[in-house]
């Protein structure tokens, strides 16, 4: 008598092992999304960084170009922070989750002025609550 084949390879998991999360194609396309603004505004800051070299040569004031590179610069940590965001959605992350949501409030609230360009962010934040299971 001898033992049963084990499953295929996909479907078995060895005792003390987890199955991988499963991550729902709206967080997936979230992540992604937050990952190409993140590095969208990386080349936005590196312009931004590289511009005050150019614009003293110009003849502008010395404190106009270090007014543009300190705005570079918290652009830069600014795309750091949504590159970041976005690898921890990708890996359902719970401190990811969190400060999605914090962005996602913080766009609601600025965008008073503008009710309609609050749709977006409202029905992301819908969506994150309604998936926040997923997160750990």
């Not at 312009?47 to 007014?67: K, N």
């Not at 609230?109 to 997160?135: D, E, N, T």
């Amino acid at each position: 008598m001898s033992a049963p084949p084990p499953p295929p390879p996909g479907y078995y998991y060895p005792p003390g092992a987890y199955a991988p999360p499963s991550r729902p194609i709206g967080v997936a396309i979230l992540a992604i999304l937050t990952v190409l603004v993140g590095v969208l505004l990386l080349f936005a800051a590196m312009l931004v960084l590289v511009a005050p070299a150019f614009i003293i040569g110009f003849g502008l004031p010395i404190e106009f170009g270090l007014a543009v590179g300190v705005v570079g610069g918290i652009l830069l940590i600014i795309a750091l922070l949504w590159i970041a965001v976005g690898m921890g959605l990708w890996r359902l992350r719970g401190w990811a989750w969190w400060l999605a949501v914090i962005v996602m409030v913080l766009s609601i609230v600025s965008s008073f002025a503008a009710p309609g360009a609050a749709i977006i962010p409202i029905l992301l934040l819908v969506y994150l609550v309604l998936v926040r299971k997923h997160f750990r």
